[in-house]
């Protein structure tokens, strides 16, 4: 049979097509393989998908190839299968999503580089031949001697560790055939002293319900209470997989706050696992991908991206704190990592697990569907319950740095006991808001619909949207007033505040302006770990992947924005932050505290925080939601569109609005727009939004997909772009 002479590829651009390209004849063509591509007047990077002998268009018009860069297929079949579903379940266009099953390293032209490792081991361990080098060459002498009590070898950090000088001598040695090198085979072998923890009866009782049904495709929901030893039950669930030969990726929301996690699996797995997450280079995060690729670590450890680790022997995957926004890609290639992890694992008849202490409340409807298994850990270890919310009203009272005098007193308790107190506020800054009370002028974002927040330590007001700065004014730049104010409170207001008022006690403040990366982060945790009394002070940043037994009380400042947000979600939202908050408190040996501030004691959202447990008002929400037709009960499909006029994107999304409206069935789903986006301007350009919600999601993927050929043909430009999010989480 004759080679393929035609081949079409995915390239990284946002178009709805596949290019199609000529092939020489003598190459093996295989899908998944990157080639160097004529593109205009230059050249792309495009993954091949398909080849045929056979074209639609004229041969003698069809480029060729320039150049295959990879020897081996960069994605299987089973990736690109992946993409394939992802292209046409998020309407996302195929190149772009191809390349994002890819890391960073190898989405242009790079070759692909070796990430195996050499070891040196001796040839002979012969005493006499050894014993006769320690007088003749000691630098050889010390690298024998060193391997002797290493038979596994040692690689070349081991060995500059030894001698920084350390290649000629080791050269020197492999011409006397003393050492030889290979490459350096897994070491999937755990801590000979890792020992493990006993199991509660609750924890061995899901255990033995899951454990049976791992052979095949299913989603196993987890939803325990913080503290209740989910992740343990996570550990067993690898080293069976790890038993069976197989490989895991375990995902977490954010790796740079799991320091405790990764110390887990380190002591529980030895070096047979890979981190992957944005605060790495693109080399390291490829590095960890081609070497669980070549089965050379069994897991994976990392963020969302991590999900697209290619394995040819994945066994399970996890999904830890499966609630969590940060799983959700909102720019670029929209797409839900718990989704698409699912979708994979169904791919691949494999288990899935989700697991959270707050389950979303996609996952808690879902749980009744035939493939879904849920189970509930409703105790600590420990034998305390997680502690209930306690309301402190603040409507009368004066707030000191954003704490009441009945808050106060509660911290002081706590120190006193020798306790620990997290104090959580989630608004990075000293100051959210900066005016004049002469004129009313405000510090706003000169390319933002925001306000600027107020940073004391850098003298500037900061957008936290776009990064503008600008200098903090000594008069007001409208009236002249010489007194602008400062209104509100920050975490650095709070930490500042705190340090004056317990001068002899530690404050931690943990947020992005003073972390920068996890070392900053378990560095700045030390003293948390001693159990001396201290208080911590941060963003979302410490409301999860936290375990430190001396915290005996949690504080919420300043939580009532949420209850009067635009977003639906915010509820959930908000019900989900304080239960994890509450629930970092007596995870030790002493009972636990957990208090919110609020100037709305009444509110219906906060006195079934006062009554209810999560799951209780989780049902609350459902029902809700599904009165009023909003999701999980509907389906939501987001067009946004952002110009640098406000006309300009809005006047885009009447034309998509007005091909949709020519197919039928479009009459059937609801349509809200095209209306300006919340927040209209952002990072300079003005944005707008076309909303289709339906309750039956064929009819709405009917309608557009008969629409999407017509809409694709819409042209984009610098003065405007547009996007679709299907499964967007906000109206």
């Not at 609020?598 to 799951?615: E, I, S, V, W």
Request: some cysteine; glycine content about 6%; overall charge neutral.
């Amino acid at each position: 049979m004759p080679a393929p002479r035609f081949a079409r590829f995915a390239i990284a651009l946002p178009l709805y097509r596949v290019f199609e390209y000529a092939l020489p004849d003598e190459q093996p063509v295989v899908p998944g393989t990157r080639y160097r591509l004529p593109f205009t007047s230059g050249t792309r990077t495009g993954i091949l998908l398909e080849s045929s002998n056979a074209s639609d268009y004229e041969p003698a018009k069809i480029k060729p190839v320039k150049e295959r860069i990879d020897q081996q297929p960069v994605l299987d079949a089973h990736m690109l299968a992946l993409a394939r579903w992802m292209s046409d379940y998020y309407l996302q266009p195929i190149g772009e999503v191809v390349f994002q099953c890819l890391p960073g390293y190898l989405r242009g032209a790079r070759e692909s580089v070796s990430t195996r490792v050499k070891c040196w081991r001796l040839v002979s361990a012969d005493a006499e031949t050894i014993e006769n080098l320690r007088s003749r060459s000691p630098r050889q002498f010390e690298i024998c001697q060193a391997l002797l009590t290493r038979p596994a070898g040692l690689n070349a950090q081991e060995l500059r560790q030894i001698n920084p000088n350390w290649s000629p001598v080791v050269k020197a040695l492999e011409q006397k055939q003393i050492l030889s090198w290979e490459w350096m085979a897994r070491r999937d072998d755990p801590p000979q002293d890792a020992c493990l923890p006993d199991l509660s009866a609750e924890q061995q009782g899901v255990l033995g319900e899951i454990e049976p049904r791992l052979q095949g495709f299913a989603v196993h929901l987890l939803d325990g209470i913080t503290g209740s030893g989910k992740t343990e039950i996570y550990l067993r669930m690898i080293q069976s997989r790890l038993d069976a030969g197989l490989q895991v990726i375990y995902l977490v929301p954010e790796i740079g706050l799991t320091n405790q996690l990764i110390e887990r699996v380190e002591q529980r797995y030895g070096n047979c696992f890979a981190i992957s997450h944005s605060g790495l280079t693109e080399l390291q995060r490829y590095r960890a991908w081609e070497r669980f690729r070549r089965a050379e670590v069994s897991i994976m450890l990392g963020t969302r991206s991590s999900l697209f680790s290619r394995s040819d022997a994945l066994g399970l995957i996890i999904i830890d704190e499966e609630h969590d926004s940060s799983y959700r890609q909102e720019d670029g290639i929209r797409y839900h990592a718990r989704d698409v992890a699912i979708k994979r694992a169904q791919m691949l008849d494999i288990p899935i697990v989700l697991g959270s202490a707050t389950p979303s409340l996609e996952s808690l409807r879902n749980r009744t569907r035939d493939c879904w298994h849920s189970y509930r850990l409703e105790q600590r270890p420990t034998g305390f319950a997680p502690p209930r919310l306690e309301l402190i009203d603040v409507r009368n009272s004066r707030l000191d740095c954003g704490c009441s005098a009945a808050t106060f007193a509660r911290v002081e308790k706590h120190l006193a006991a020798s306790g620990q107190v997290l104090m959580y506020l989630n608004r990075r800054g000293f100051a959210p808001i900066v005016m004049c009370h002469e004129c009313g002028w405000q510090a706003q974002c000169e390319h933002c619909d925001a306000r600027l927040t107020l940073h004391q330590s850098l003298h500037s007001l900061l957008c936290h949207h776009c990064g503008f700065s600008q200098g903090v004014p000594e008069a007001c730049p409208q009236c002249g007033h010489g007194e602008v104010k400062h209104y509100g409170i920050g975490t650095e207001q709070l930490e500042q505040g705190l340090k004056q008022r317990y001068p002899k006690t530690p404050i931690l403040r943990i947020d992005r302006d003073v972390i920068a990366s996890r070392e900053a982060l378990k560095s700045r945790l030390q003293q948390l770990q001693g159990g001396e009394p201290c208080i911590l002070i941060g963003t979302q940043m410490i409301a999860k992947g936290h375990d430190y037994p001396a915290i005996t009380l949690s504080v919420v400042l300043d939580a009532d924005q949420a209850l009067f947000s635009a977003s639906y979600r915010a509820s959930e939202r908000l019900a989900q932050t304080l239960f994890q908050v509450s629930g970092r408190s007596g995870r030790g040996d002493r009972e636990g505290e957990a208090v919110v501030q609020t100037r709305f004691p009444d509110h219906p959202l906060m006195q079934a925080l006062l009554r209810k447990d999560y799951r209780s008002i989780a049902a609350d929400l459902l029902q809700e939601r599904q009165s009023y037709g909003f999701p999980p009960f509907a389906r939501v499909v987001m067009f946004r569109a952002d110009a640098l006029e406000l006309e300009v994107a809005l006047d885009i999304l009447e034309q998509i609005k007005a091909r949709l409206q020519g197919v039928q069935q479009f009459d059937s789903i609801a349509c809200i727009g095209p209306m300006p986006a919340l927040m209209t301007r952002r990072i300079g350009r003005f944005r707008a939004q076309l909303c289709l919600m339906s309750q039956d999601f064929k009819v709405l993927r009917s309608v557009l997909r008969r629409a999407m050929p017509a809409i694709e043909e819409l042209p984009g430009s610098a003065r405007c772009s547009w996007s679709i999010d299907v499964d967007a989480h906000d109206l």
